[in-house]
């Protein structure tokens, strides 16, 4: 996982329809603001509930957020004790984008902390690693979510994660995906293998069992753009 991964490195359904397809406007504007993707070095309880604006403004009182602590069975190392704790809200807009379409930031922006840790069962060796929560995206009991690495044991900091959780229930248990996992493998122009740059809120489908521990998924629809002068 570490390294040891691959070194190649929703008050009513109307109101609900329109924000959601203003959101998704905003969200089709700001895919237009050409700005170029950066490169790498540039850059708990399960539960779930929803939420839909029910400020004064129109606006969620309490934003989206994901959190909790999970150990997770990887398939490529099972012997392995991997965990994960996360702690994320949304603070959309607080990202500013100056020059494009979207210049007070994009619905997604988000802060928080990422932890995780991965002890090898062969050595006992403990590899771990911090970052910081910039986007954050929810659907039901579904979260993706990308952070920038602060700290890391293993060489990889500033590089940008990305995180899937899905909250679970019943048999139907809780799961998380990481970008470094399984996915985000391209060919370059040599034909030689390396890992792209991870953009904002992408992450792979949850594809982790959780074996102990949980997490709490807040939905909230994304919140439209303010208009001039409000």
């Not at 700001?30 to 950066?38: F, K, N, S």
């Not at 979260?143 to 700290?151: E, F, P, S």
């Amino acid at each position: 996982m570490f390294r040891i991964r691959t070194s190649i490195r929703t008050r009513n359904r109307a109101a609900v329809r329109t924000a959601r397809a203003t959101a998704a406007a905003g969200l089709a504007l700001a895919a237009l603001t050409g700005v170029a993707p950066a490169s790498a070095d540039a850059l708990s309880v399960p539960g779930s509930d929803s939420s839909v604006p029910d400020g004064r403004d129109g606006r969620a009182e309490r934003p989206a957020s994901v959190s909790g602590k999970a150990r997770v069975s990887y398939a490529f190392s099972p012997d392995d004790e991997i965990w994960f704790t996360v702690d994320a809200r949304a603070k959309p807009y607080s990202r500013p984008l100056p020059g494009t379409k979207a210049p007070d930031g994009l619905p997604t922006d988000a802060v928080g902390t990422v932890r995780y840790s991965h002890r090898v069962a062969a050595t006992g060796v403990v590899y771990s690693a911090e970052a910081a929560v910039d986007c954050l995206s929810t659907g039901g009991p579904v979260a993706t979510l990308t952070a920038v690495v602060t700290t890391s044991d293993t060489g990889n900091a500033n590089e940008r994660i990305g995180l899937s959780i899905y909250r679970g229930s019943g048999r139907d248990g809780a799961r998380l995906g990481f970008s470094w996992g399984v996915a985000n493998l391209d060919m370059g122009p040599d034909q030689k293998p390396y890992q792209p740059v991870v953009g904002t809120c992408m992450a792979p489908a949850p594809f982790a069992p959780v074996i102990r521990g949980g997490f709490t998924v807040h939905h909230v629809e994304l919140e439209a753009p303010k208009a001039p002068g409000r």
